[in-house]
């Protein structure tokens, strides 16, 4: 089974960026983030294809949201913009294997806390 | 509001069936596979059901999926105390190019 490893919390300001990080133990297809806020329900931020450079997002997040990703390292990054309190979330990154339309590994989750 | 659309509840007794519906359209379900997945408070979600139907290796049997048309249903028969959890489906949105996720289900074991 492939693992994947996320960076630690962040507490960010209003206005301010985060970069979370998502490394994978072995092959992967896609690389999607997924968020929960509190009380709230699993919301799908985007994903990216490594191997063929494509990249999906949300439409809520079009434009603030950047995916990207270092084959040599088998690390997927996810940077969100002008952040506001109600991302305040934990966000996941899940694995889609080759062949596979389904989120088969799941990251630990990181905690991204925005507050003034 | 959620894409697609669950229960935000259900409950039963240990032993008893529970089911969880899951409703889209045409774009989502309609045209594409379901899966559902398992989430405790305080942990990852974990893979339930994929492709519709199928269970990954060491999802106990009592969990089963079902497709029929815009509509997806998670069934727990024979249910557990730690069933407990949200469970979500989800599916690939042709007109969102996206995927999508209901709003969650918390299943309480009376």
């Known amino acids: 089974q492939v693992h994947l490893v996320q960076s630690g919390a962040e507490v960010k300001k209003p206005g301010s960026s985060v970069r979370v990080s998502c490394k994978a133990s072995?092959?992967?297809?896609?690389i999607n983030w997924v968020r929960q806020a509190p009380g709230q329900g699993l919301e799908w931020l985007g994903r990216i294809i490594p191997i063929l450079q494509i990249e999906n997002y949300a439409q809520i997040f079009q434009g603030r949201l950047t995916i990207n990703a270092d084959r040599s390292t088998s690390t997927a990054y996810m940077e969100l913009n002008s952040l506001r309190s109600d991302d305040t979330a934990v966000y996941y990154c899940a694995r889609e294997g080759l062949g596979a339309t389904y989120f088969d590994s799941w990251g630990h989750g990181t905690q991204v806390s925005v507050s003034s | 509001q959620s894409v697609l659309t669950q229960p935000p509840s259900a409950s039963g007794t240990p032993g008893q069936r529970v089911t969880i519906s899951c409703s889209g359209s045409?774009?989502?379900?309609?045209?594409?596979?379901v899966n559902w997945y398992q989430h405790l408070p305080g942990t990852a979600p974990t893979l339930l059901i994929y492709?519709?139907?199928e269970r990954p290796s060491g999802v106990p049997d009592r969990f089963s999926g079902s497709k029929s048309g815009t509509s997806a249903s998670l069934a727990i028969t024979g249910l557990q105390s730690e069933d407990e959890a949200n469970y979500y489906c989800?599916?690939?949105?042709?007109?969102?190019?996206?995927?999508?996720f209901g709003g969650g289900t918390k299943v309480t074991v009376l």
């Open positions: 989800a599916a690939w949105d042709d007109s969102l190019d996206g995927w999508v």
């Open positions: 045409s774009s989502n379900i309609g045209s594409n596979i």
């Open positions: 492709t519709n139907n």
């Open positions: 072995g092959g992967t297809y896609a």
